[in-house]
């Protein structure tokens, strides 16, 4: 079987071919080549394809997703870092569970005025100390354009 392009490794694994190149340019993948003008993979590529997708879907950066592959391209998995990532889904359910239960009683509350609900107030108390906040934004660096080469 011939190694896939840049092409069918975007088709098959739903990854537009501009993150592709993306993902080398930051050493998650390495091309063996191209055929003419277009990158090829070995099919490989598939399954590190589907790790970054998982690692991405739990929360970890490219940075750390880089961290996972050893020089000769295997997967080494920090079983503490996995461990610290679980606790930290951990709390954000806690805090997003809070959020839910207290949106749900703001919106039947009978209460005159949300600020006379005792359980809204609270609510508000815990927001302002911290206890349930939005999740920081992760810092994106400036992505180069094909102009700003």
């Known amino acids: 079987m011939a190694l896939p392009d840049i ?3 975007a088709r098959r694994s739903g990854v537009p071919a501009s993150t592709l190149r ?5 050493g998650l993948i390495v091309s063996t080549g191209r055929r003419g003008l277009r990158r090829v993979f ?3 590529v598939f399954d590190r394809l589907a790790l970054i997708a998982l ?6 950066s490219l940075e ?3 961290g996972v592959f050893s020089p000769e391209g295997r997967p080494r ?3 503490g870092l996995l461990s610290d990532k679980a606790d930290e889904i951990d709390r954000t359910i806690v805090r997003l569970r809070a959020m839910r239960n207290g949106l749900r009683h703001a919106a039947v509350c009978r209460a005159p005025s ?3 609900c005792p359980s809204f107030r609270k609510l508000m108390a815990a927001a302002a100390a911290g206890a349930i906040r939005a999740p920081e934004p992760k810092a994106h660096k ?3 354009t094909a102009k700003g080469k």
Request: hydrophobic letters at 40%; charged letters at 45%; proline letters at 0%.
């Open 77 to 79: 998995i920090d079983r």
């Open 7 to 9: 092409a069918e490794v």
């Open 42 to 44: 070995e099919a490989s």
């Open 114 to 116: 949300h600020f006379e």
């Open 22 to 26: 993306f993902y080398e340019e930051k």
């Open 142 to 144: 400036k992505r180069r």
């Open 55 to 60: 690692a991405r879907a739990a929360g970890f």
């Open 64 to 66: 750390e997703i880089a």
